[in-house]
């Protein structure tokens, strides 16, 4: 059956993504914004878990044991969630006004701002954004299938992950840091971090998928 002229232009603005306009300049600023909240949110997210030791005899265990607390602070699945809304061309600009913001205007970052965040170990993970958001970007353009989408996650995740690690092994050489050092850090900004981030990005690109459409119809 031969598609409508609605149904073709809906095919094609989900295929090459947001439209070049005032509203979609806006959305980018709001996006980079959005990220600036995500940066300074923190909560706290509670789940079962089966305990290593479940099946040692010696070992009592009690009802918190098989709970886990875990402190989120979702800057990553932001990232995510940007990409997939805006695409890669302005998911990427998104998040060049949010790092330029925070290197030369204001203190957006975690740790503050300012040319010399640079030095921050940190700053790899806000490097490891763009390359993130493209990559990931570019398995979505197939289409957002519950596969195409687990799978532009865990790549953009780990590409992330892999940048922050990365600069931050570079800093810390240069600053003669201890191998206590690094493996504390890298455990504590990745390690566990990685499959929550995975998690939380995939539901929210449920929810760009969706928002990309309504997008299209309002702007």
């Given at each position: ?7 073709r232009?809906?095919r ?37 878990i089966i ?12 009802p918190?044991?098989?709970?886990k ?25 998104s ?8 290197l ?11 040319p ?33 989408i ?37 455990m ?11 998690i ?20």
């Amino acid at each position: 059956m031969k598609e409508s002229d609605a149904e073709r232009r809906l095919r094609y603005r989900q295929i090459f993504g947001i439209r070049p306009s005032l509203g979609s300049i806006m959305l980018m600023v709001f996006c980079a914004f959005l990220l600036t909240i995500a940066t300074f949110i923190k909560f706290n997210l509670t789940h079962y878990i089966i305990p290593l030791d479940i099946f040692d005899e010696s070992v009592v265990h009690q009802p918190a044991d098989f709970l886990k607390t875990v402190t989120i602070i979702p800057q990553i699945p932001i990232v995510m969630f940007i990409g997939a809304l805006l695409g890669r061309k302005y998911g990427i600009t998104s998040i060049l006004m949010y790092i330029l913001a925070g290197l030369f205007l204001m203190p957006v970052f975690a740790l503050g701002g300012g040319p010399r965040y640079v030095l921050e170990y940190g700053f790899g993970y806000i490097i490891g954004y763009i390359p993130g958001i493209f990559f990931a970007g570019t398995i979505l353009k197939n289409g957002f299938t519950y596969k195409n989408i687990a799978k532009a996650m865990f790549v953009g995740v780990l590409i992330i992950h892999i940048i922050g690690v990365l600069y931050m092994l570079f800093l810390a050489g240069l600053k003669h840091e201890g191998n206590e050092f690094i493996k504390g850090w890298i455990m504590a900004q990745s390690g566990i971090k990685i499959v929550y981030d995975f998690i939380i990005s995939f539901l929210l690109v449920l929810v760009a998928k969706y928002a990309r459409i309504l997008l299209w119809i309002f702007m």
